[in-house]
């Protein structure tokens, strides 16, 4: 999501950035299977990065049956997925009847020729590959949509390493979560791509306000960004860093 990632990646994500213009890019991850499951990992998530300090912290004996018992729980948890193409087409599908709820039908039709046209996968890869994220891997697609999000809400940018640093944070979360255990393949597949769908939406949106100079534009999605992290993570985007340990609290 650097600066040179900033662009359109073909003719899936302009056809979303089309179909995003009257909704502002907040499209909801609720009418999915999973969105309890992408509700707790979003609120992991938030505990993770309010206590930058825990692991310092000395663990007493009770703490370290604990924590062994956690990274017992850890080695049992994929945060990869096996994809099916059943499952992008139910994706894809839902995805669009919510453009049509909320934007109505042409919107709709916009974003379902695009499906049918091209991959939004492959138009997702193409933006993250430089940041060394990749399909098929959970951690990747969620870590992705928090650096998007905390990029709008700030006006930054991320490198590489910051990438990497906010992936292996976000697997830690989901490696521990006995809820992403239960989803299988099927399941983790759909959070992924339900992320990477929002992402290309919100990133479609913000890049042609950044193409067009149109400041007041940035402010008015990063406003929305950190809206939308407080109402549904309890998260300030604007009080975390992104550092080369990943995101972490400002304070």
Partial sequence: MSGKQMFLAGAVAAALFCA??????????????????MNQMHAAMRDNMME???????PTRGGAAASAATQGRRATVQTTYRSSPAVS???RAQFAEFIERTSGREAAER???AFQSGDP????????REDGLRTGDLADAMAAYWILNWIMANQGDNNRTQALAVRDQVRGVISGSPAVARLGDA????????????FLVQQATYVDAMQRGDQAMMRRLGDAAVARFRNEMGVDLRRLELTDAGLVSAS
Avoid: C, H, K
């Fill in 121 to 128: 996968i492959t138009s997702w890869a193409g933006i993250v």
């Fill in 187 to 198: 399941g983790r597949q759909e959070m992924a791509e339900v992320l990477m769908l929002n």
């Fill in 20 to 37: 995003s213009q009257t909704q502002a890019q907040d499209y909801a991850f609720q009418g999915f299977a999973t969105a309890d499951a």
């Fill in 89 to 91: 087409t139910r994706v």
């Fill in 52 to 58: 930058p300090s825990s692991q310092a912290r000395a």
């Fill in 111 to 113: 974003a379902r020729s």
